[in-house]
Nanobody, 127 residues
Framework: QVQLIESGGGLVQPGGSLRLSCRAS????????MTWFRQAPGKEREFVACKDWGGGRTYYADSVKGRFTVSGDNAKNTVDLQMNVLEPEDTAVYYC????????????????????WGQGTQVTVSG
């Protein structure tokens, strides 16, 4: 069974930076399609960013474009999220999600299309 393990959350002041990491265990080969979501209190879980390793493109929510960068190693089933110029509105629990196959662009933003989820890591922007 695949398990996703996130790390790197914390408390940061507005304008600061954090880096989140996620790695998958329990899978012998690479190739997981891995994505970052987040959920703020009282709100639905929303897509943040992912990289389509097959095509090499990255995708971001409009609210984080230009501030967040997704990267990782598809062969090792790892994905990172560098978050810069953080804003209070970025406060949320950030989740790493994965699925066994690539997905079309229209489907990657839907949490229901993912097979595996991490436990989440809290990011708080305040100060």
């Amino acid at each position: 069974q695949v398990q996703l393990i996130e790390s790197g959350g914390g408390l940061v002041q507005p304008g600061g930076s954090l880096r989140l990491s996620c790695r998958a265990s329990g899978r012998a080969s690479g190739g997981l399609f891995m994505t970052w979501f987040r959920q703020a209190p009282g709100k639905e879980r929303e897509f943040v960013a992912c990289k389509d390793w097959g095509g090499g493109r990255t995708y971001y929510a409009d609210s984080v474009k230009g501030r967040f960068t997704v990267s990782g190693d598809n062969a090792k089933n790892t994905v990172d999220l560098q978050m810069n110029v953080l804003e209070p509105e970025d406060t949320a629990v950030y989740y790493c999600a994965a699925r066994n196959r690539r997905i079309v662009v229209s489907g990657m933003r839907n949490p229901e299309n993912y097979d595996y989820w991490g436990q989440g890591t809290q990011v708080t922007v305040s100060g």
